[in-house]
């Protein structure tokens, strides 16, 4: 008896639409009558739509099925498609390579785009118009250092850096940007341990627990006291 093994069956293009439906397709290419072969292909699409009905809403839905229908049939099938017909070139063109920049950044801190911007600015031939750029871009790479960092770095830093990043190319004086110790200075509160809270918290609990056990004492001390007084005048009076 022969056996006939799913290894041995040729391969499925669209395995999600199982054997049973590259089975009819291939019987739509054996109808010779273009018109039946119209009617029938109308009807495996039907039968292909019932596969998944919750796709329906989508727009595309009847263009996708036609073709999945001509890319079942290997390209083969000739009906008339209410849509354009597809091509094996259109599903086999690989996208284009994505060329990643390989630019190597010498400062990650400061970013890419300060190196670019002191390599433009190093070009520049309006000198004034350089010196407020660069004055510019020395407190923003102060305010990076610092997010980097957690710290200001010195003034002789970022002219260090700059004069690195231009090649030489720009060359500025402590004076120049010596403003630059004010601005985007943030004061950070020191955060207080948590065993100082604890420690400072225990005495504060511990004394209102003493102050209150003092006043219910002192309460039922009274409450007492005035029982006894009353106990005395009632026994007073009986004696009398």
């Keep these: 008896m022969k056996k006939n093994y799913n290894n041995t069956r040729r391969k499925l293009y669209l395995p999600e639409y199982g054997r049973h439906i590259h089975e009819m397709v291939d019987q739509l290419m054996l109808i010779e009558d273009r018109e039946e072969r119209n009617a029938q292909a109308r009807a495996v699409i039907a039968v292909m739509g019932n596969l998944n009905p919750l796709l329906r809403d ?71 118009a350089r010196n407020v750029a660069i004055d510019s871009l020395a407190r923003f790479m102060r305010s990076k250092s610092f997010e980097y960092n957690q710290e200001h770095p010195n003034n002789e830093v970022i002219i260090k850096d700059i004069k690195f990043l231009s090649d030489g190319g720009i060359e500025l004086d402590e004076e120049s940007i010596n403003n630059l110790r004010s601005d985007y200075k943030q004061h950070l509160t020191a955060r207080p341990q948590k065993g100082v809270q604890r420690t400072l918290q225990k005495p504060q609990a511990k004394n209102a627990m003493q102050k209150n056990n003092h006043n219910n004492n002192n309460t039922q001390r009274g409450r007492v006291q005035n029982v006894v007084r009353k106990n005395n005048n009632d026994n007073t009076a009986r004696h009398k």
């Design 58 to 128: 989508h727009m595309d839905f009847n263009h996708k099925l036609w073709d999945h229908l001509f890319i079942m049939s290997d390209f083969q099938l000739d009906v008339d498609s209410p849509y354009a017909r597809p091509t094996r070139h259109d599903l086999e063109m690989k996208p284009r390579r994505l060329q990643y920049s390989q630019e190597r950044i010498a400062f990650k801190h400061y970013g890419k785009y300060v190196a670019h911007m002191i390599e433009k600015l190093r070009q520049e031939e309006d000198r004034d």
